[in-house]
């Protein structure tokens, strides 16, 4: 895995290929490491559709297609200085111009500030508990992401 990354090619896992990204923002002067994004493609929803007897081609589809944003995180004494709005956005640019249209992910229920955040950058943000129905091209059927239990789903076009 850690060569793709390097190379920044796509991930390929026995589901098909994928894109992994990792981005790092770093505070110029000192050095360090102050704010972190991973996405990745959507390996749960692609484990259940390979039980669920899905064609090889149609899980290669589904993981260039969709993004699962992982983890966005910022240090405390740099937050609210558009350190994860830039991050989350070249993010969903990266993974738009590799052909991915569609991102969702999941944070702790009733965080305001993560709603506020979320619906500030054009994600929907759904009810605790709701799954995300992650929207198929005509040749595919729908299929859907759910929280965790204590969790709330993102998600937007890209």
Known sequence: MSETIDAGGPFTSRFGAGRLLFLVAEHTPSGRIVGVS????????????????????????TA??????????????????????????????????H????????????????????????????APGEPVILPSSSRHRDVGASPLPGEQMFSRLI
């Open 99 to 126: 052909r991915a249209f569609f991102a969702y992910g999941q944070f702790t229920a009733d965080d305001a500030t993560l709603t506020r955040f979320y619906r500030r950058h054009g994600f929907t943000v759904h």
């Open 38 to 61: 991973s996405s990745i493609p959507p390996l749960s929803v692609l484990g259940g559709m390979e039980r669920d007897g899905a064609d090889p081609v149609v899980l290669g589809a």
């Open 64 to 97: 260039m297609a969709y993004v699962k944003v992982r983890a966005l995180s910022v240090a405390d004494g740099y937050r609210r200085q558009g350190i994860a709005s830039a991050l989350l956005a070249k993010a969903l640019a990266v993974h738009r111009d």
